[in-house]
């Protein structure tokens, strides 16, 4: 699922993100030992503090489903212990507080999973935070006690419509008409959004066309005997695959095989449909979300690499240029999307976390991107990339000591082939120290630099200056 959303909510601070992810961590032990109710509390406490973090609302609801053995009505007396909790969250939104719509609609939630009020109460306040990747979400959960229910189904189609996911969407609208043959809204849609998802993938499929590769033989060439039997093999595992999903709808497995087959053969489009297909059908299953992401972050890439081969002819092209700053704002944006969604899927991946604070850190994202980033240096292997990006957070944040001491770090854990990366550590800890006022210090490393590489960046430049402060009377280059 592409991240197509700014939220409206301010950053949490780092102070936030730190006590969140303790309680995340704490919520995680209690569980294994049954401790049910403790756990929503932290959980609960990590969604107030960081409202926007999807996975910390998926595993809370994980953990209240498991206490009431997945028994789709929550509590003996829900409806009675949370009426007052209910009644709070209706008012948070009609005066428009949607942050507390959101907390309320947990308090209830908390004592019954299922309940279709406060479901369709906090995807309204979650989409008006401009949330919308945690609003579809809330409204998927909630059609798990009833897949035909009206009201979810009409406010989970409209905001899939909203972001572009006309398949999915005209497939909710066909539910309610189901429900409600005389529905008119319901009816209307279903036509609007069949011409809406026409021209949809009318432009994605213009959008690889240069690239797209033909499946068998290139044009013009004489179709082969191997040809022939390549294309029977894949006809018969595309009808297999359709077989397992038409008998068992909600396994991911089978969409994502299907939607690779689709996609060797160049037919991007029919891959992302099928790919749509099986996050409705799966309920938002994360191996799915994340293929669908992928393959559009395939997609752009592709457009980027078009778009620079053009620019590589007509280097002043200005309506080129504009387009290829659009395609890499957009690259950003869904790959930072999609790696969220690995760490929601596996929050234990610390390769996967490195990566989204690295995105986060180039999103200008600096509290967010250390919190990843602080996670991802437990693990070893990755811990000398952590510390780097760290210093380079910290640096952002204009907090020198920190940056320093991450740099140093990097810098002693850097393994012997990773030469540029020492490069870099050197020329930053040589700067920073220089602009500190530790001269000797800077020096010593600007020395281990040049004697690496004279002519990276100003080196030489820079070390000729640090040596005349160096040599100048004492206080005349302090800080």
């Known amino acids: 699922m592409a991240d197509k959303e700014v939220s409206g909510l301010p950053p949490p601070s ?11 961590e704490y919520a995680h032990r209690v569980t294994s030992a049954g401790s049910y109710d403790i756990a929503i509390n932290m959980l609960r406490n990590c969604c107030r503090l960081v409202p926007a973090n999807l996975n910390y609302r998926q595993t809370l609801r994980k953990v209240e ?41 947990e308090s209830v939630l908390a004592c019954n999973p299922w309940d279709r009020d406060a479901t369709l109460c906090m995807a309204e306040a979650a989409n008006a935070l401009q949330l919308t990747v945690v609003a579809v979400w809330i409204l998927q959960e909630g059609r798990e006690k009833n897949s035909n229910d009206v009201r979810i189904n009409r406010a989970l189609a409209k905001l899939l419509e909203q972001e572009g996911r006309f398949t999915q969407a005209m497939q909710l609208w066909e539910l309610v008409r189901k429900v409600l043959p005389t ?20 432009n994605y499929e213009e959008s690889v066309a240069a690239d797209a590769n033909t499946p068998f033989a290139s044009k013009g060439s004489r ?25 068992d709808p909600a396994v991911p497995d089978a969409y994502i095989q299907l939607a690779t087959l689709e996609k060797r053969q160049g037919r991007h489009a029919e ?7 099986g996050v409705l059908a799966t309920g938002n299953a994360p191996p799915v979300a994340i293929a669908l992401s992928d393959l559009e972050i395939e997609v ?23 387009t290829l700053r659009k395609l890499h704002h957009k690259l950003e944006t869904l790959e930072l999307a999609s790696f969220r969604l690995k760490v929601e899927h596996d929050p234990a991946d610390k390769a996967v976390r490195l990566e ?32 780097l990006y760290l210093g380079h957070c910290f640096v952002k944040r204009e907090k020198w000591p920190l940056a320093q001491r991450n740099f140093e770090e990097a810098l002693k854990n850097l393994p012997d082939g990773e030469q540029e990366h020492r490069k870099e550590v050197l020329f930053l800890l040589a700067q920073g120290y220089a602009e500190a006022g530790e001269l000797p210090r800077a020096v010593e490393l600007a020395l281990d630099l040049a004697d ?28």
Do not use: C
């Open 14 to 24: 780092a102070e936030d993100l730190r006590i969140a992810s303790g309680h995340f």
């Open 65 to 105: 489903k498991s206490k009431y053995k997945g028994n789709l009505r929550g509590g003996l007396f829900a409806s009675m212990t949370s009426w007052r909790s209910k009644l709070r969250m209706w008012r948070a939104l009609r005066r428009k507080d949607h942050v507390a719509a959101l907390d309320h609609g």
């Open 183 to 202: 529905d008119n809204e319901a009816g209307e849609k279903s036509k609007q959004l069949a011409v809406s998802d026409t021209i949809a993938r009318g």
């Open 223 to 247: 179709t082969t005997p191997s040809d022939t039997v390549r294309a029977s093999r894949v006809v018969q595992e595309t009808e297999v695959l359709r077989t397992r999903i038409a008998a």
């Open 271 to 277: 891959a992302r449909a099928i790919l749509e297909e």
């Open 300 to 322: 752009v890439r592709r457009g980027v690499s078009q778009t620079e081969r053009h620019l590589a002819e007509a280097p002043q092209d200005e309506k080129l240029l504009k």
């Open 356 to 387: 989204l604070g690295k995105r986060l850190l180039d999103a200008g994202r600096v509290d967010e991107a250390i919190a990843e980033l602080q996670i991802a240096r437990t693990e070893q292997r990755l811990y000398w990339k952590a510390v």
């Open 452 to 479: 690496m590489d004279y002519s990276y960046r100003n080196i030489g430049q820079l070390l000729e200056e640090y040596q005349r402060r160096l040599e100048e009377p004492r206080g005349t280059h302090s800080r």
